[in-house]
Structures are given as structure tokens and as C-alpha cells.
């Protein structure tokens, strides 16, 4: 059974390393102790008239310290929120949530678009592996520098802007590249074609789904994807995304 914890963290500090893309420290207390690669917080508000709290990605932990990152985009009131506070500011947070990604000893692409980017950094700091880094965006760039601490970057944007003009995929047949496993985390449209590129070249694929959630915790039943196989839970053939998820073997889960 996966441990979490309710807990009041603290702000170390807060930045905006791109136009509406912040990275968060907080202090945190024994759920440092438990945390893996693939794993989220909730984060609530402190403002009443928002009940449900906002699922994040853990972006980084610093164990010795007991204090976690996360890196997020204003995308609405509770993240707009969030982005407005400070150093020493209080903050409620339940996790770690959800599963993480398995860490194996293979030829590896990580492959990051968008806010699917910040996991990324946290899996290629503890997977001990050949890695390779494929990064999309649509535009600006975040987190290229600290992820070249930890293998081969590469980027894409939709812009053409830096990088490949393109896709991650476009990334792959530029350059060539070969693996023997595939870790991704992103949007709807990439992880579809990246299980595609996965089926197609008999590649293992681990993909982490961006879903709205309610709960995080698995009792409302508000992030379901379609599965391959009948859920226990449900008795249905669904999974829920903050539960049995958010990282899946991507031929397991239907992409629609």
C-alpha cells in the first residue's frame, strides 16, 4: 500500500522560469520519504470558494531536506493562486499520489511536452540507464539546462522557435535515435503517437496521463480512461488515472 500524508508544507521559494510556468519549493515532512518518479501532490487553496484541490507533478525531492519541487502553468484560479505566493507561506498539500514509473535498466527515451516536462527531471535523476531526452514545446523552453545534467537532450518546438521544428517524434526520425524503452509524460495527442511509435517498433512503453481529477485519491471516480482489462474496482474495463495510475503501460489503457 502506497503511504501519504496530509501536510502543511512551506514555501522555500518560487520562480517563473517561463511565461506562466513556475517552479515550487516546499518544506515538506515524512512524505519526502516515499516519494518515486511519476508520482503527484495535491495542492489546495487557501481561498474557501475552491473545494477541489490541483494535482501536480513532482518535478524534483530533496530527501536530505525533506522538501519537494513542482513546476506548474497558470492555466486558472487555484494555479493563479498559487503563483502569487511567497517565501514562508503555508500551503496544504496531500501526497505522494498515484503510482510511479518502473525504473529499469535499459536504453531509455524520456520523453517530456508541455507541463509532462517536470517529471521528466525527477525519473532521469534516479533511473541508471543510457538516456535520451526529447522535450516538446510549443514555444519558450524550461528545464532543458538541469535535464542536461542527467543525459542527451533534445527539443522540439511547434514554432520552430529552438530545436526540431515539430514534434518529439519528428525529434526521433531527424536524428535517428533507438531505444529500448520509452518513458512519457504529456498532452492527449503526443502520448497517442508515441504508443503508436511504440507498438509499431515492439518498444516498451510507460506513458503518465494528464487528467482533471476531483478527489486524487481514487473515491470519486472522476479521471476514468478506457482500459484493456476489467478494473477490480469498478468491474468495468476503466482505470482511474490518480489511483492505478497516472503512469500505465501504454498498451494497457485506450488513448481516444
Same mark, same amino acid.
Given at each position: 500500500?502506497?503511504?501519504?500524508?496530509?501536510?502543511?508544507?512551506?514555501?522555500?521559494?518560487?520562480?517563473?522560469?517561463?511565461?506562466?510556468?513556475?517552479?515550487?519549493?516546499?518544506?515538506?515532512?515524512?512524505?519526502?520519504?516515499?516519494?518515486?518518479? @511519476?508520482?503527484?501532490?495535491?495542492?489546495?487553496?487557501?481561498?474557501?470558494?475552491?473545494?477541489?484541490?490541483?494535482?501536480?507533478?513532482?518535478?524534483?525531492?530533496?530527501?536530505? #531536506?525533506?522538501?519537494?519541487?513542482?513546476?506548474?502553468?497558470?492555466? /486558472?484560479? @487555484?494555479?493563479? #493562486?498559487?503563483? /502569487?505566493?511567497?517565501?514562508?507561506?503555508?500551503?496544504?498539500?496531500? /501526497?505522494?499520489?498515484?503510482?510511479?514509473?518502473?525504473?529499469?535498466?535499459?536504453?531509455?527515451?524520456?520523453?517530456?511536452?508541455?507541463?509532462?516536462?517536470?517529471?521528466?527531471?525527477?525519473?532521469?535523476?534516479?533511473?541508471? *540507464?543510457?538516456?535520451?531526452?526529447?522535450? /516538446?514545446?510549443?514555444?519558450?523552453?524550461?528545464?532543458?539546462?538541469?535535464?542536461?545534467?542527467?543525459? !542527451?537532450?533534445?527539443?522540439?518546438? #511547434?514554432?520552430?522557435?529552438?530545436?526540431?521544428?515539430?514534434?518529439?517524434?519528428?525529434?526521433?526520425?531527424?536524428? !535517428?535515435?533507438?531505444?529500448?524503452?520509452?518513458?512519457?509524460?504529456?498532452?492527449?495527442?503526443?502520448?497517442?503517437?508515441?504508443?503508436?511509435?511504440?507498438?509499431? !517498433?515492439?518498444?516498451?512503453?510507460?506513458?503518465?496521463?494528464?487528467?482533471?481529477?476531483? *478527489?486524487?485519491?481514487?473515491? *470519486?471516480?472522476?479521471?476514468?480512461?478506457?482500459?484493456?482489462?476489467?478494473?477490480?474496482?469498478?468491474?468495468?474495463?476503466?482505470?482511474?488515472?490518480?489511483?492505478?495510475?497516472?503512469?500505465?503501460?501504454? #498498451?494497457?489503457?485506450?488513448?481516444?
Amino acid at each position: 500500500m502506497i503511504e501519504k500524508f496530509r501536510e502543511t508544507s512551506f514555501i522555500i521559494r518560487q520562480e517563473e522560469i517561463a511565461k506562466d510556468v513556475y517552479s515550487l519549493w516546499l518544506k515538506t515532512g515524512q512524505m519526502t520519504d516515499y516519494t518515486v518518479p @511519476g508520482q503527484f501532490i495535491n495542492i489546495y487553496s487557501r481561498d474557501g470558494s475552491r473545494l477541489l484541490p490541483r494535482p501536480v507533478s513532482i518535478c524534483e525531492v530533496d530527501h536530505r #531536506e525533506r522538501a519537494l519541487r513542482v513546476v506548474y502553468r497558470v492555466v /486558472g484560479k @487555484g494555479t493563479k #493562486e498559487f503563483s /502569487g505566493y511567497h517565501t514562508g507561506r503555508k500551503l496544504e498539500i496531500l /501526497g505522494p499520489l498515484g503510482n510511479g514509473f518502473p525504473l529499469k535498466e535499459k536504453k531509455a527515451f524520456l520523453i517530456g511536452g508541455g507541463v509532462g516536462i517536470p517529471p521528466m527531471l525527477y525519473l532521469a535523476k534516479e533511473l541508471q *540507464c543510457e538516456k535520451q531526452i526529447l522535450l /516538446g514545446y510549443r514555444d519558450e523552453t524550461f528545464l532543458t539546462e538541469e535535464l542536461k545534467k542527467y543525459g !542527451q537532450v533534445y527539443v522540439a518546438t #511547434e514554432d520552430g522557435s529552438s530545436g526540431v521544428h515539430g514534434n518529439v517524434l519528428d525529434i526521433i526520425r531527424t536524428k !535517428q535515435l533507438e531505444a529500448e524503452i520509452i518513458y512519457a509524460c504529456g498532452p492527449l495527442p503526443m502520448l497517442k503517437a508515441v504508443k503508436e511509435y511504440a507498438k509499431e !517498433q515492439g518498444i516498451e512503453a510507460w506513458i503518465s496521463m494528464e487528467e482533471r481529477m476531483a *478527489c486524487g485519491i481514487g473515491a *470519486c471516480l472522476g479521471c476514468i480512461c478506457k482500459s484493456k482489462d476489467t478494473d477490480e474496482h469498478t468491474n468495468v474495463k476503466n482505470k482511474r488515472v490518480c489511483k492505478e495510475g497516472p503512469v500505465f503501460l501504454a #498498451e494497457e489503457v485506450e488513448l481516444s
